[in-house]
């Protein structure tokens, strides 16, 4: 089958709700050699934010929406298993999570998968974590960066005081801060004195290689 055609099929998967299918098209468009970062990107990505704009207008509601997002996550399961081995010694090593009140982890999950295929140490702090958190595991881990995701507008201040946290804790020197999220955009970045903002997880990746000095 044609990439163009599977990778509708998985756009559409999600508008329908359907995880099964988008277990199968994932599946398939791999065994047929379409990379599984297009799959995710051109694919499942924009029929789930299709189906965000159709909430939006009240012509989904929640419980769609819940459907979308599981099928959403085993398909994004199966493209990151096929995502290529990161090289064995680390290149960084990156704290992400998503920030406190917000459950959204789905690109949180992707930015995380994709870094480690490119050779990150990644430690995935899970979503509705708190800005100490963020802070604690860092300094556990001895970090590079903090990776944060925000996406709703409520939840967006706490990407702030995980600067703040950092500044309190006597530590923002140690590490560069990145944000994130639907709702996210260089100027908030700007404003609350992160590092950098990234739009999507290549962008991710090509900014945090940035800030370390690796491009
Ligand atoms: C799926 C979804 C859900 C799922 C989440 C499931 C899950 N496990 O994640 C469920 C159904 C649970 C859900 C719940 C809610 N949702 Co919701 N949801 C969405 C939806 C449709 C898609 C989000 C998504 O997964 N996108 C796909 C991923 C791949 O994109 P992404 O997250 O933007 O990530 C990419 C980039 O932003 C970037 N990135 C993201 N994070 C980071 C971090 C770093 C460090 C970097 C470098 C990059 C990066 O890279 C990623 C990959 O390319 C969005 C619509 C939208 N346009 O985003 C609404 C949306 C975010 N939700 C919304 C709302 C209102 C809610 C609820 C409040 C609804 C309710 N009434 O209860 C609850 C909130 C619950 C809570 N406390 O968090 C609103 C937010 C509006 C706002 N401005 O505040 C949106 C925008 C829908 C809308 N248009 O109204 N939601």
Redesign the pocket.
């Given at each position: 089958m044609a990439k163009e055609e599977l990778i509708k099929e998985a756009r559409e998967s999600l508008l329908s709700y359907d995880k099964g299918k988008a277990e199968d098209v994932a599946k398939r468009g791999i065994a047929e050699g379409v990379s599984p970062q297009e799959l995710?990107?051109e694919g499942f990505?924009i029929g789930?934010?299709e189906?965000?704009?159709k909430?939006?207008l009240g012509e989904v509601f929640?419980p769609e929406?819940?459907l979308?997002?599981d099928a959403?996550?085993a398909a994004m399961e199966i493209c990151n298993a096929a995502l290529p081995a990161g090289e064995s010694e680390s290149r960084g090593t990156i704290v992400?999570g998503?920030v406190e009140?917000?459950?959204?982890?789905?690109?949180?999950a992707?930015?995380a998968a994709y870094l480690r295929a490119n050779g990150f140490e990644v430690h995935d702090i899970g979503?509705d974590a708190a800005p100490e958190l963020f802070v604690e595991k860092a300094m556990e881990v001895d970090a590079n960066i903090i990776?944060?995701?925000?996406?709703?507008?409520?939840?967006l201040r706490v990407q702030g005081e995980i600067e703040e946290a950092l500044a309190e804790a006597g530590v923002r020197d140690r590490f560069k801060t990145?944000?994130?999220?639907?709702?996210?955009t260089q100027g908030w970045a700007d404003e609350i004195g992160a590092d950098a903002f990234?739009?999507?997880?290549?962008?991710?990746i090509r900014?945090?290689e940035q800030l370390l000095d690796l491009a």
């Open positions: 995710m990107s990505v789930i934010r189906l965000g704009e909430f939006d929640l929406l819940m979308a997002a959403m996550q992400i998503t009140g917000d459950v959204h982890d789905i690109g949180k992707i930015v979503r990776g944060s995701s925000a996406l709703l507008t409520a939840t990145i944000v994130g999220g639907a709702v996210c990234a739009k999507d997880a290549s962008d991710g900014k945090i």
